[in-house]
């Protein structure tokens, strides 16, 4: 099987961390220094359920929930990270805003979506508990993962879950149909 060219982009607050597990991911570092991101693309070739990937990844600059997204972040873009920190308030409502701007533009049922709550290390400055996380994605209908990019816990399941969510799409399936068995 030929080699499939996906992209996928990150979104969500500033600081959340959607640098650091991109670069984990790519580059497998952890760097502690924040620099603001205004808009930087990762290659990545990878293998995933038999499938292999040339994947591009946009790390796109923090939104806020008055930020206007840019049209390019809606063109030919596969599937969406959408990042919170589990030590930020304002960054579990700002998701929902940049969930519900996304929505707007593409439409519910085709677009490719992961909700990763990171930050999980900082047990004690944690205000959003997992199950918050889990419930916002199952009211979405997406997975949902908790990620540390500083321990490197969760961050491949990130982007193997977001390139078989994008999979499952293409073959049209949801998650719900294709557990789903008829008797
Ligand atoms: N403890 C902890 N700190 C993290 C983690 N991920 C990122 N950070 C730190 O959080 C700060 C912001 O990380 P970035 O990766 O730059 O965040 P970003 O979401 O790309 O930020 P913008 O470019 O402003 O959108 C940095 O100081 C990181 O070192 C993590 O998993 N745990």
Not at 113 to 127: A, H, P, S, T, Y
Request: hydrophobic fraction near 35%.
């Amino acid at each position: 099987m030929p080699a499939k060219d996906r992209k996928i982009a990150f979104m969500g607050f500033r600081s959340v961390g959607k640098s650091s597990l991109i670069i984990q991911y790519v580059e497998n570092q952890f760097v502690d220094s924040y620099d603001p991101t205004i808009e930087n693309t990762f290659a990545k070739h990878t293998k995933v359920g038999g499938q292999e990937y040339n994947l591009l990844v946009v790390d796109t600059a923090g939104q806020d929930e008055y930020s206007v997204i840019p049209q390019s972040y809606f063109i030919n873009i596969n599937g969406y990270v959408l990042v919170y920190s589990v030590n930020s308030q304002k960054s579990f409502d700002v998701v929902k805003h940049v969930y519900n701007k996304i929505i707007d533009m593409k439409g519910r049922m085709t677009v490719p979506i992961v909700l990763v709550g990171n930050k999980k290390d900082l047990r004690i400055e944690r205000v959003i508990s997992e199950e918050e996380g889990k419930h916002l994605a199952e009211s979405w209908k997406v997975p949902f993962l908790e990620a540390s990019a500083k321990e490197n816990s969760s961050v491949k399941d990130i982007f193997d879950t977001v390139l078989n969510t994008i999979k499952q799409k293409e073959n049209g399936e949801t998650p719900e149909k294709s557990n789903c068995t008829l008797s």
